[in-house]
């Protein structure tokens, strides 16, 4: 490089020279000319300029090896954000720096349908049709990105890869409505579970947020705030108050969805609330006036095994007197037909003996008639009660007559206490629940305890 500039340096220093002395000649000629005429004598015209010397400088190799530029492959007209309107046809020339017929185009990742590119010219052409974002294949206002790339048919490791990212709009706006799960009209009982699931159909700006509120206030109520949730509520036992007419109360729901361009869509649901029983608490007042009736059935099976014993004992005594009195009259007759006259006088006293053991034995032993009057109607009464818990237990989880039969066990152990309310109960008892039924319902006392037909 350095010799090519002095090179031409020293060309153009000579070029000057010779100009300068082409022009000197030829001035002096035009004077030799006039002195000739003149009569002035002629001078001799002589070049007073040295002559130019060659370059002596001495030749330099350069250190450094002068590689050319090559210019990197790179897209021109790129545009990295595009926005289109739906049902539109756009077309975009990509160009390169380079001559396009030895590159080939092609489209590394597309998330959006209806984009074709021209491998050979890189012609780029987007058309969204409507019925993708119909089908929901595509949505509005949200970004895509459109992989692109460029490479040499002849050398494949110069390539260029870039990304484009679309936007689509709508001119036509669509709203987004709400959509309930359940009716218009919900009717439940208290203790119920309301459930409502909350649904969005999203037009040109889908609904991001959604609210609620109700007409009445609500007590632990699982809220919701965006699509595709439930909302769900319990009403307690105490929801309906007496104060309600026809033990119903009605109130409404309402749900408003938003949309980022705050557009709003309202869904509304009636609820009718009924008056329920409380089952749980129900079920523990079943079970506590059957625990209560069967304590007092076991005071009474101990109270009649009591009487029972009373009555029995009354009894041996009672027999005992009678078989001695008639073997005492017995023994007297035969002593009376005895050949002795001992034996005779004997007899003769026996009789009268026997006869003074009737009073003894109504004073020492008096029939127990109220004692057996009062086992009567224990026993009966234990197996009225019995009878009655058997008909009355609970069918399931929730019987709906829980209440009835409540009510008549009530009803049942009331009667039988002030029925047997001169009967002593016994309250301390030495027996097991278990022996005082095997002795209630001994075959024993079956007999002697069962009803006689009238004949």
């Given at each position: 490089m350095?010799?090519?500039?002095?090179?031409?340096?020293?060309?153009?220093?000579?070029?000057l020279?010779?100009?300068?002395i082409?022009?000197?000649q030829?001035?002096?000629?035009?004077?030799?000319?006039k002195?000739?005429?003149?009569?002035?004598?002629?001078?001799?015209a002589r070049?007073?300029?040295?002559p130019?010397?060659?370059?002596t400088?001495?030749?330099?190799?350069?250190?450094?090896?002068?590689?050319?530029?090559?210019?990197?492959?790179?897209?021109i007209?790129?545009?990295?954000?595009?926005?289109?309107?739906?049902?539109?046809?756009?077309?975009?020339?990509?160009?390169?720096?380079?001559?396009e017929?030895?590159?080939?185009?092609?489209?590394?990742?597309?998330a959006?349908?209806?984009?074709k590119?021209?491998s050979?010219?890189?012609?780029?052409?987007i058309?969204?049709?409507?019925?993708?974002?119909?089908?929901?294949?595509?949505?509005?206002?949200?970004e895509?990105?459109?992989?692109?790339?460029?490479?040499?048919?002849?050398?494949?490791?110069i390539?260029?890869d870039?990304?484009?990212?679309?936007?689509?709009?709508?001119?036509?706006?669509?709203?987004s409505?709400?959509?309930?799960?359940?009716?218009?009209?919900?009717?439940?009982?208290?203790?119920?579970?309301?459930?409502?699931?909350?649904?969005?159909e999203?037009?040109?700006?889908?609904?991001?947020n959604?609210?609620?509120?109700?007409?009445v206030a609500?007590?632990?109520?699982q809220?919701?705030?965006?699509?595709?949730?439930?909302?769900?509520?319990?009403?307690?036992y105490?929801?309906?108050?007496?104060?309600d007419?026809?033990?119903?109360?009605?109130?409404?729901?309402?749900?408003?969805?938003?949309?980022?361009?705050?557009?709003?869509?309202?869904?509304?649901?009636?609820?009718?609330?009924?008056?329920?029983?409380?089952?749980?608490?129900?079920?523990?007042?079943?079970?506590?006036?059957?625990?209560d009736?069967?304590?007092?059935?076991?005071?009474?099976?101990?109270?009649?095994?009591?009487?029972?014993?009373?009555?029995?004992?009354t009894?041996?005594?009672?027999?005992?007197?009678?078989?001695?009195?008639?073997?005492?009259?017995l023994?007297?007759t035969?002593?009376?037909?005895?050949?002795?006259?001992?034996?005779?006088?004997?007899?003769?006293?026996l009789?009268g003996?026997?006869?003074?053991?009737?009073?003894?034995?109504?004073?020492?032993?008096?029939?127990?008639?109220?004692?057996?009057?009062?086992?009567?109607?224990?026993?009966?009464?234990?197996?009225?009660?019995?009878?009655?818990?058997q008909?009355?237990?609970?069918?399931?989880?929730?019987?709906?007559?829980?209440?009835?039969?409540?009510n008549?066990?009530?009803?049942?152990?009331?009667?039988?206490?002030?029925?047997?309310?001169?009967?002593?109960?016994?309250?301390?008892?030495?027996?097991?629940?278990?022996?005082?039924?095997a002795?209630?319902?001994?075959?024993?006392?079956?007999?002697?305890?069962r009803?006689?037909?009238?004949?």
């Open positions: 350095r010799k090519k500039i002095l090179f031409r340096i020293s060309f153009l220093g000579l070029t020279l010779m100009m300068s082409a022009f000197g030829s001035n002096a000629d035009t004077l030799v000319k002195v000739n005429s003149d009569t002035i004598p002629p001078v001799t070049d007073t300029i040295p130019v010397k060659a370059d400088l001495p030749k330099v190799d350069s250190p450094y090896i002068i590689v050319p530029v090559v210019e990197p492959l790179r897209i007209n790129l545009n990295p954000y595009l926005t289109l309107n739906v049902d539109s046809v756009f077309e975009y020339d990509l160009k390169i720096n380079k001559n017929s030895d590159y080939h185009w092609f489209i590394t990742r597309s959006v349908n209806g984009v590119l021209d050979k010219t890189g012609k780029l052409q058309r969204p049709v409507k019925s993708y974002f119909l089908s929901n294949r595509l949505q509005y206002d949200t895509y990105k459109i992989g692109i790339g460029v490479q040499s048919l002849k050398d494949p490791s390539r260029v870039t990304v484009m990212k679309i936007l689509f709009y709508n001119t036509e706006i669509i709203p409505k709400l959509k309930l799960s359940t009716t218009a009209v919900i009717t439940i009982n208290e203790g119920e579970t309301l459930n409502i699931g909350v649904q969005c999203n037009g040109t700006f889908p609904i991001e959604v609210t609620f509120y109700s007409s609500l007590v632990d109520v809220g919701i705030n965006q699509c595709g949730q439930n909302l769900s509520w319990t009403p307690t105490e929801f309906v108050k007496e104060t007419s026809a033990k119903l109360k009605i109130f409404n729901l309402y749900f408003v969805g938003t949309t980022k361009m705050l557009q709003r869509d309202t869904a509304s649901v009636r609820v009718i609330v009924k008056n329920a029983l409380d089952y749980p608490s129900a079920a523990k007042e079943h079970a506590k006036i059957t625990a009736v069967n304590r007092y059935i076991l005071q009474l099976k101990y109270t009649f095994f009591q009487l029972d014993g009373s009555v029995k004992k009894k041996r005594t009672r027999t005992s007197f009678d078989i001695t009195s008639s073997a005492t009259s023994s007297g035969i002593f009376s037909s005895s050949t002795k006259k001992s034996n005779q006088n004997v007899g003769k006293v009789p003996v026997g006869v003074t053991l009737v009073p003894v034995k109504e004073a020492a032993a008096p029939q127990k008639n109220t004692e057996q009057n009062q086992a009567t109607l224990i026993r009966s009464s234990i197996k009225r009660l019995e009878l009655m818990v008909e009355n237990r609970l069918i399931g989880n929730q019987d709906e007559l829980v209440l009835t039969k409540t008549k066990l009530k009803d049942e152990l009331k009667q039988m206490q002030l029925q047997l309310i001169d009967v002593p109960l016994e309250l301390a008892s030495s027996l097991s629940e278990e022996d005082l039924n002795y209630f319902n001994s075959p024993k006392v079956n007999r002697k305890y009803t006689k037909k009238r004949r």
